[in-house]
């Protein structure tokens, strides 16, 4: 059985960083899209982030308007593992964060993966 295994989270202060990190065990994702998604209670699960399988070791990062330039993704596949990198935190970016993977680049880009972490809350303080 795979899981993900989302950890990192925490209260932080307006201004400061986080890095979050994704584990996945029981199946190598290395040729899987991974991502990320945030949720805020009572509002739609958003996409963060994402590192897309290319072929080989290639993979392309590509980030929602809101996080670009603050965030980056990164993964390291001998860990079978994600990480965002979160700098510049704004209390809009609070909510809980979730790990997505799956083989298709469609089925993360809609939110729609076949693997789901158990998410992580951020909160960030003004």
């Known amino acids: 059985q795979v899981q993900l295994v989302e950890s990192g989270g925490g209260l932080v202060q307006a201004g400061g960083s986080l890095r979050l990190s994704c584990a996945a065990s029981?199946?190598?994702?290395?040729?899987?899209?991974m991502g990320w998604f945030r949720q805020i209670p009572g509002k739609a699960r958003e996409f963060v982030a994402r590192t897309r399988w290319i072929s080989g070791l290639t993979y392309y990062a590509d980030y929602a308007d809101s996080v670009k330039g603050r965030f980056t993704i990164s993964r390291d596949n001998a860990k079978n593992a994600v990480y965002p990198q979160m700098n510049s935190l704004e209390p809009e970016d609070t909510a809980v964060y979730y790990c997505?993977?799956?083989?298709?680049?469609?089925?993360?880009?809609?939110?729609?993966?076949?693997?789901w972490g158990q998410g992580t809350l951020v909160t960030v303080s003004s």
């Open positions: 997505a993977a799956d083989r298709s680049s469609v089925a993360v880009a809609a939110g729609r993966a076949e693997l």
């Open positions: 029981g199946r190598t994702l290395s040729n899987y899209d």
